[in-house]
């Protein structure tokens, strides 16, 4: 007797191998996702697509997928649906337009839209090539930013990065190619996944002050942002650093100027 569906699906392997036969051939940009998402880190780019369009369908579907978020987020802040949204969305706006009224336009679109991108790129996606050149720049670029995010005096920046940096030099030239290999083998995916959810707490400074009785309203208002960590970090992996740091600045000059176009012209 031939087993049920839900019987085949719960055997050991048969559900990777459903998912697999269910979207290889049928949505193969899916596939691709799911694969990366599984294993960030395989090296041969042929176990993830077989050529470029299919790389390039995998892309759009990341879009996509990031887009259909944020309309949901958009449509929550738009009819309420959860309790104190569009207060969330109001501060986030407010808060990039008042860096714009401080710094005026262009400085406020060169930091938003140029350098932080370029800083964020460099501490969440360079050391997704595990060099230790590039993991170790990853590390010292995240110990300014983290302070510079958090406090406005300088004192209190330049001691945390002089406490930090003969840390960081330490371990530098204590690391060996093998010993990143080790970590990226043991404890890579779980890496790459906690640098993304971090990369998403992050962005919750750009909401405060913040409530504890609004928990729900950040999980769904930052929700694309973690969706866009992925898109971010699959462009590095797949096509190279700087292609993630242009496609970076492209995403937050639309933002920038949408936002800017609604409440000044």
Do not use: D
Request: glycine fraction near 2%.
């Amino acid at each position: 007797m031939a087993p049920t569906p839900i019987i085949f699906l719960l055997s050991k392997g048969n559900s990777f191998l459903f998912i697999k036969s269910t979207f290889y051939y049928k949505i193969p940009a899916l596939y691709n996702i799911f694969l990366f998402l599984k294993s960030p880190f395989i090296a041969s780019k042929k176990q993830y697509y077989k050529s470029y369009i299919s790389f390039a369908k995998s892309i759009m579907l990341f879009i996509l997928i990031l887009v259909f978020v944020g309309v949901i987020r958009y449509l929550f802040s738009q009819i309420n649906l959860l309790n104190g949204f569009r207060n969330i969305t109001e501060q986030n706006n407010a808060n990039i337009l008042g860096i714009i009224k401080k710094r005026g336009v262009t400085v406020a679109f060169l930091f938003i839209s140029v350098f932080v991108p370029f800083i964020e790129e460099l501490i969440f996606r360079r050391w997704l090539s595990f060099k230790r050149n590039h993991v170790f720049l990853s590390l010292l670029a995240f110990i300014i930013y983290i302070p510079f995010s958090f406090s406005t005096t300088s004192l209190f920046i330049l001691i945390t990065f002089l406490f930090f940096s003969p840390i960081i030099y330490l371990l530098y030239i204590n690391t060996t190619k093998e010993t990143l290999n080790y970590f990226k083998s043991k404890y890579g995916v779980f890496t790459f996944h906690a640098m993304a959810f971090l990369f998403t707490i992050l962005h919750l400074k750009n909401l405060a002050p913040l409530s504890n009785e609004l928990i729900i309203e950040y999980i769904v208002f930052l929700t694309p942002n973690y969706a866009y960590s992925l898109i971010t970090s699959y462009i590095s992996i797949r096509s190279g650093f700087i292609f993630s740091v242009f496609f970076h600045i492209a995403i937050n000059s639309l933002s920038f100027i949408a936002l800017y176009n609604l409440c000044y012209i």
